[in-house]
C-alpha cells in the first residue's frame, strides 16, 4: 500500500526543547518537501529536496532543518530558535519538480508548543 | 507583492446545486495552476491542474477555468453532495520547476 506518512499524529513540545518529526514515502519518490499551515493561512513551504543529499530553503526555514540521507526520509527538526512554532505540519513527495509531478501529502503532524 | 486571495468566508450552497469557488490572484504570471481539497486535520489531496494557455478543464464533477486577462480561475463542483464539504486550496506556479504557491483556501459546505 502506496503512501506518505507522518509521526506522531500530535506533539507536544516544552518551549527551548528541539523536536524532530518524521516523513517517510513509499511512492520512490525523488522529491519531498515540508510546509506549515497556520489557521486561515495557506501553506508555506520551508524546506524541499529533490534527491538525496541535497536541500533547499523555501520561504520561511529560519528555526528549521532537515535532513535527506534516504530517498524515502527527509525529518524535519523545529529547533528552539524558531520562534512561534505552534502549528500543522505537512510533508509532501513528487516524483520530480515537473509542472505534471503532482505533490501528495502525508495526514500532518500537528505541533504544540506548551 | 505576489497575492493569492480566495474568499475566507465559508460557502454555505444546498445539496444539488454547483458550487463555485474563486481564487485571484495579482502581481503573478502562473505558468499553470492547481486545485486541492483538504479535509479537517488531513493533507490536502490535488484535484485538477490547467496550464496557462488552456481556458477550461473537467474532471467528472469538476471544472476549473483559468482566465489570466482577469488573472482567475474557478472551481464548478456540480451535482454538490454533502461528501464535497471541505476546504478547497489553488496553487500557482511559476514555469520550469513545480513548487507551487498555495493561497489559504475556502470552506465549502453542502447542506443536505
Known amino acids: 500500500d502506496g503512501g506518505i506518512t507522518q509521526s506522531p499524529k500530535y506533539l507536544f513540545r516544552k518551549e527551548g526543547q528541539n523536536v524532530t518529526l518524521s516523513c517517510e514515502q513509499n511512492?520512490?519518490?525523488?522529491?519531498m518537501y515540508w510546509y506549515r499551515q497556520d489557521p486561515g493561512q495557506g501553506l508555506r513551504l520551508i524546506y524541499y529536496s529533490q534527491i538525496v543529499n541535497d536541500f533547499q530553503k523555501g520561504d520561511i526555514a529560519e528555526g528549521y532543518s532537515v535532513s535527506r540521507e534516504k530517498k524515502e526520509s527527509f525529518p524535519l527538526t523545529v529547533t528552539s530558535a524558531q520562534k512561534n512554532p505552534t502549528a500543522f505540519y505537512l510533508c509532501?513527495?513528487?516524483?520530480?519538480?515537473?509542472?505534471?509531478?503532482?505533490?501528495?501529502f502525508g495526514p500532518g503532524t500537528r505541533l504544540t508548543v506548551l | 507583492s505576489q497575492k493569492i486571495e480566495q474568499n475566507s468566508e465559508a460557502l454555505n450552497i444546498q445539496e444539488g446545486k454547483t458550487a463555485t469557488l474563486t481564487c485571484n490572484y495579482t502581481?503573478?504570471?502562473?505558468?499553470?495552476l492547481q486545485w486541492y481539497r483538504q479535509d479537517p486535520g488531513r493533507g490536502p489531496v490535488f484535484l485538477l491542474l490547467i496550464r496557462e494557455n488552456e481556458k477550461e478543464k473537467r474532471k467528472e464533477r469538476l471544472k476549473v477555468t483559468f482566465d489570466t486577462t482577469l488573472k482567475q480561475s474557478l472551481l464548478h463542483i456540480t451535482a454538490s453532495q454533502p461528501a464535497d464539504s471541505a476546504t478547497y486550496l489553488c496553487a500557482l506556479g511559476p514555469g520550469g520547476s513545480y513548487i507551487p504557491t498555495f493561497g489559504r483556501g475556502t470552506s465549502l459546505i453542502v447542506h443536505p
Open positions: 509532501a513527495s513528487s516524483a520530480g519538480l515537473g509542472v505534471t509531478d503532482t505533490q501528495y
Open positions: 511512492l520512490n519518490h525523488d522529491a
Open positions: 502581481n503573478y504570471s502562473p505558468a499553470y
